[in-house]
């Protein structure tokens, strides 16, 4: 594996290849690399003919600067993991290689960016626009793959290449999880036992909102879940909501087969963790 820690030297790498025309597969990440990285490596490497991997914990993304200061780091960890995994590049740059100023412009995203994580982390999506469009002009790649344990994200990362109009094609992912259900998270590492044990609960608590959904209304499930929540003093519920799949605006009606998300964000200590289920909307009760 290739590894590089400054543009220049990652785009003349590139730049070398260029007559070979290989497809450039590109994985963001931020380290403390889990199997839900290395699901998205894999399709990278199956889609593509060079996968690239960064790992760069980006502050702009960071509006808590505690979450920022106890973000997991394990450089040396995941390099032999990405070796393991046969990555062909890691890029992992210093912030003075992407930001040798201070980042200032902002990117709306209309509904999509001012809800549920948007609301709730005020200026974390425009922080993942601001890197992620440094990314794609350095690396130019071909297709860039994203977990759906960040759907919003995800959705955000497709308005953005419009928006920048880059030919990049973005290729969701699904969300790798624990034996017991927990969806894969570096996060999950910084959870004391008790905590951890409290966290299984989360894709228990959306299996059951799933179904429930079928028969109660989304108010009624969402009471019982914050009534399941508030039994545990460790938890607190940021948000439970049930979406439109494509536009994140709340789920209304019966009127069509639209696809539908419930999607959770709950603290579980002073972690935060998310998750999200998707929906059989023909059977949503609302
Ligand atoms: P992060 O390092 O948390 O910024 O995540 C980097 C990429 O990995 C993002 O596209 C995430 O959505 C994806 N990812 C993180 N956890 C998982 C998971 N459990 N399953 C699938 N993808 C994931």
Not at 134 to 144: G, H, T
Not at 166 to 185: F, N, Q, T
């Amino acid at each position: 594996m290739q590894i590089f820690t400054t543009r220049k030297g990652l785009r003349d790498y590139l730049n070398s290849l260029e007559n070979k025309h290989l497809s450039l597969g590109f994985v963001p990440t931020m380290g403390a690399l889990h199997p839900g990285h290395i699901s998205l490596l894999e399709s990278a490497k199956k889609h593509c003919d060079l996968s690239i991997c960064s790992i760069f914990v980006n502050p702009g993304q960071f509006n808590d600067p505690d979450d920022l200061k106890r973000y997991p780091r394990m450089p040396e960890k995941d390099g032999e993991l990405l070796t393991k995994h046969g990555c062909d590049v890691l890029f992992m740059p210093e912030v003075e290689e992407i930001y040798p100023e201070k980042p200032n412009e902002s990117y709306d995203f209309g509904h999509l960016d001012k809800v549920l994580e948007g609301a709730h982390r005020p200026g974390h999506f425009n922080g993942v626009a601001q890197v992620l469009s440094r990314f794609f002009n350095i690396l130019r790649p071909d297709r860039a793959f994203f977990g759906e344990k960040d759907y919003q994200q995800m959705l955000i990362v497709k308005a953005l290449v419009k928006q920048l109009d880059v030919k990049v094609e973005i290729v969701p992912c699904p969300i790798v999880r624990e034996p017991d259900g927990l969806a894969m998270s570096s996060r999950n590492a910084l959870l004391s036992q008790k905590e951890r044990e409290l966290a299984a609960n989360i894709p228990i608590w959306m299996n059951w909102a799933a179904k429930q959904l079928t028969g109660a209304t989304i108010e009624e499930v969402k009471h019982s879940l914050q009534e399941a929540i508030q039994q545990h003093p460790e938890l607190r519920l940021d948000y439970f909501e049930v979406c439109d799949a494509e536009t994140l605006k709340p789920f209304s009606g019966h009127l069509n087969a639209k696809p539908a998300i419930a999607l959770i964000a709950l603290f579980c200590g002073k972690i935060r963790l998310i998750d999200n289920i998707r929906l059989n909307s023909y059977n949503l009760k609302v």
